[in-house]
């Protein structure tokens, strides 16, 4: 497969975006460039990565593919925007708000809160016996 490019960008560590992201990446068999966007909480700090996602685009000619763990809507709405040149995965979108309908509550919309399961005793357990 023609060389790629896969970002992960969250407004946390990107820990989630990219493990996430590297999943269903296993699925096949090319070997993607991985660049992974942490702390991205700001609408400026968008519009940069935005820049180089359209950067990537246009050198290699292809969509890089781009997993987003974004909590602020003003913030995911410049990734996720029409004008993207990334094929964007959503990861809020495609699973949180769902199940926000499901549930008929509101999620916490918090960032970092998938790091929170490291500090369960259930987290420690597993990596002890890692």
């Not at 999943?23 to 942490?38: D, G, T, Y």
Request: glycine share 6%.
């Amino acid at each position: 497969m023609p060389e790629r490019t896969v970002f992960f960008v969250s407004d946390g560590t990107g820990i989630t975006a990219e493990t996430f992201g590297n999943s269903i990446l296993a699925q096949f068999p090319n070997q993607p460039r991985h660049v992974r966007r942490p702390f991205i909480d700001s609408v400026e700090k968008a519009a940069h990565v935005a820049g180089e996602i359209e950067e990537v685009a246009l050198k290699e000619g292809k969509r890089p593919i781009v997993f987003i763990t974004l909590v602020r809507d003003e913030v995911r709405d410049i990734i996720a925007s029409p004008h993207c040149k990334g094929m964007v995965l959503d990861m809020f979108k495609a699973f949180v708000e769902p199940l926000e309908d499901e549930f008929g509550v509101k999620s916490n919309h918090r960032i970092g809160r998938f790091s929170d399961a490291s500090q369960s005793a259930e987290y420690h357990d597993r990596i002890e016996a890692i």
